[in-house]
């Protein structure tokens, strides 16, 4: 019978290429993962990873067994999650990846109702960019994403179940004092000639997009997603940029500009969670939290 243990540490090996780095990271020793995957090897009844020379690499049936293993995982946590909450959500666990702006405006108020709501349910936080976030959702690495996309990308989440949150616009920012401070709307077209600031590469791609749809490629002399950075580098007169609203709820704003995007340039913020996860009463109350604190 081939074990879940055995499973997440076999998805580990073909994550990581060896088994001391596997064994790193899962916290125990080298020999110990050598033995569970003799014993999955065992329970599997034929080799799963070939060793050539200081490589490692998985078997054919070793392919297969890591290709599902994401999906009996998933559904194995979904279960332990319905067990826990048959005796009361004592024993709950979320798990929540969100991009930054997201962990600074919607989940603080999320997670303090759901921790009011269901005091021991542990709940946890680790902030990371889409895709990346979907694709730890997918490894079993959090059981709630936070994300967001811009248009034409909706098929990238056709695996998973999506709750919308809000359309959140862009606006440009400019320094105090710019001619173009004066203005409240601005195009991107009037902003061609300025040096600019672009943040995470999913942002960037979609800043170098935009300014091709309007005639122009931008000069792009500073690359961060660290929201306060770019407004400071706005503010001493650096260049320009383009943020989402949501980002500027938790940062000052001194020495900076807003002004609308016209025409709007938006993007969606979701809540993203497996199918087999999303009727688990913990994660299901994390996305209901998540509605709410968007709504406010």
């Known amino acids: 019978m081939i074990e879940a243990r055995h499973l997440r540490v076999l ?3 073909a994550a990581t290429g060896s088994f ?4 790193r990271a899962l916290g125990c020793t080298q020999p110990a993962v050598s033995q569970q995957m003799k014993a999955l090897e065992a329970s599997a009844g034929t080799p799963l990873i ?3 020379g200081r490589e490692m690499r998985l ?3 070793g392919d297969v067994l890591v290709r599902h293993a994401t ?3 998933a559904g194995l946590t979904a279960a332990e999650e319905e067990i826990a909450a048959i005796v009361g959500l004592r024993a709950g666990r979320v798990r929540l990846a969100s991009f930054p702006s997201g962990s600074s405006t919607l989940v603080p108020a999320a997670l303090a109702a759901l921790r009011a709501a269901h005091p021991g349910t542990r709940v946890s936080l680790v902030e990371a960019e889409p895709p990346r976030s979907a694709g730890m959702l997918r490894d079993g690495d959090c059981e709630v994403a936070l994300a967001f996309r811009y248009g034409g990308s909706a098929a990238e989440w056709d695996d998973l179940v999506v709750r919308p949150l809000l359309v959140d616009r862009l606006v440009a920012v400019v320094p105090d004092g710019r001619p173009s401070a004066g203005a409240t709307s601005v ?3 009037d902003l061609a000639g300025e040096p600019w600031i672009a943040g995470c590469p999913r942002c960037r791609e979609q800043l170098v997009g935009a300014c091709a749809r309007a005639g122009f490629t931008p000069r792009i002399d500073f690359a961060t997603d660290d929201y306060p950075a770019v407004i400071g580098l706005v503010a001493a007169g650096l260049g320009v940029a383009v943020l989402p ?3 500027l709820r938790s940062v000052r704003t001194e020495g900076v500009r807003t002004l609308a995007l016209e025409p709007a340039v938006e993007r969606e913020v979701v809540a ?3 199918p087999d996860l999303a009727h688990v009463p913990t994660v299901a109350a994390t996305l209901d939290q998540l509605v709410l604190a968007a709504a406010r």
């Open 11 to 13: 998805r580990t090996v």
């Open 20 to 23: 001391s780095a596997a064994a």
């Open 50 to 52: 070939v060793r050539a």
């Open 59 to 61: 078997t054919q049936a």
């Open 71 to 73: 999906g009996i995982l």
């Open 187 to 189: 195009s991107l077209g």
């Open 245 to 247: 609203e949501l980002a």
């Open 272 to 274: 993203l969670t497996l």
